[in-house]
């Protein structure tokens, strides 16, 4: 019994070779796309564009047609793209194609999924916001907290010896949280610095999420100031010389809402305490030292001198402390 061969299999279409993510074609089709989507924007909200980066860009439109070609357009035409690109990009700052992803909930490269989004999907500048919410409501609410619960342990469970025990360790309990009051208002000020540029960014499409580190750094340090100004502020004078007489609370706000306030006021401090030791002082403090030395040593010789030598100690003695510079 003989077998049929089986049917040679049809040839493959021949595969479009892809270009490879780092390929010169690929970057420049990104490019473009990113001009593109800039000037759509700029064109939205009446910038004012000129003509000629107009005309670039939308020339360069034409290079994103084919999907299979890999070759490069003439060099010609891409600095002409790369001049009008530029252009661009000077009006519209600091409006770029990456903060347009950045706050775009549409653009499948700027959206992030998370729980808060409600949607499924918000873009970067959203989530950033989102989670600025959850910090300052945690703030609020530790604040809270510990201010209610050093008002009930103070009017309704003063402690005492007789009533040591569970209310005892609720009333060290809220010395621990009054003592983190300062550091949490610091937070609350910064998350209402922060809030409040986030909203402005997102709705200015200008938001940056290169610089988020700044933003967190901006957190940290508010959180830090709040619990520090206290040590170097007290009350604060205005320019017509009128004291103001702020809380701790208020005063940790400040300084979380505004770093600058805590570092003037250490450096002013700094002003204040530090000696200005200049080249006179320290002429006048060598001859200080030696002629403390010298009074020592005749001092130490004073005992075991005889009548003669101790008068002329003596007036040693009386000749350099004479000299010394007072202080």
């Known amino acids: 019994m003989t077998h049929a061969e089986p049917p040679a299999p049809a040839p493959k279409p ?16 990104a490019e473009v796309a990113d001009a593109k989507r800039l000037l759509d924007f700029a064109i939205a909200t009446g910038k004012a564009v000129g003509d000629e980066a107009i005309a ?5 439109e034409a ?43 549409a653009e499948p490269d700027g959206v992030t999924r998370f729980p808060w989004a ?7 500048a959203k989530l950033w916001s989102r989670k600025l919410w959850a910090y300052t409501i945690l703030a609020a609410l530790l604040i809270l907290f510990s201010e209610n619960t050093a008002r009930i ?16 360790t609720w009333t060290l309990f809220s010395s621990i949280m009054q003592s983190i009051e300062p550091f949490a208002y610091g937070t609350l000020g910064a998350m209402a610095y922060l809030l409040r540029s986030a909203h402005t960014y997102i709705y200015e499409r200008s938001f940056d999420t290169r610089r988020t580190p700044e933003y967190t750094n901006r957190a940290l340090l508010g959180m830090i100031g709040g619990g520090a100004i206290k040590l170097f502020v007290t009350e604060v004078v205005t320019d017509e010389g009128t004291v103001l007489e ?8 400040i300084a979380g809402y505004n770093s600058d306030f805590l570092f003037s006021a250490i450096e002013r401090v700094m002003a204040a305490v ?23 040593r005749l001092v130490a010789r004073y005992a075991g001198a005889t009548d003669e030598e101790k008068r002329m100690i003596e007036r040693l003695v009386d000749k350099l402390t004479a000299a010394r510079v007072p202080e």
């Open 274 to 296: 530090l000696p200005k030791v200049g080249l006179e002082s320290v002429r006048r403090a060598a001859p200080d030292r030696m002629a403390l030395m010298t009074v020592e």
């Open 153 to 168: 342990l103070a009017e309704f469970f003063p402690a005492d010896v007789e009533t040591a025990g569970a209310g005892l």
């Open 246 to 253: 702020l809380s701790g609370a208020a005063l940790a706000f």
């Open 118 to 124: 409600w949607r499924g999907t918000v873009s970067e």
């Open 14 to 29: 021949a595969a479009v070779e892809k270009p490879m993510p780092y390929h010169p074609w690929t970057v420049l089709r």
């Open 56 to 60: 670039g860009i939308k020339h360069a």
């Open 63 to 105: 290079w994103l047609g084919s999907e299979r070609t890999t070759e490069l357009p003439p060099e010609k035409e891409r600095v002409a793209f790369e001049q009008a690109y530029r252009d661009l990009a000077q009006v519209m700052a600091p409006v770029t194609a990456a903060t347009l992803r950045a706050t775009s909930d």
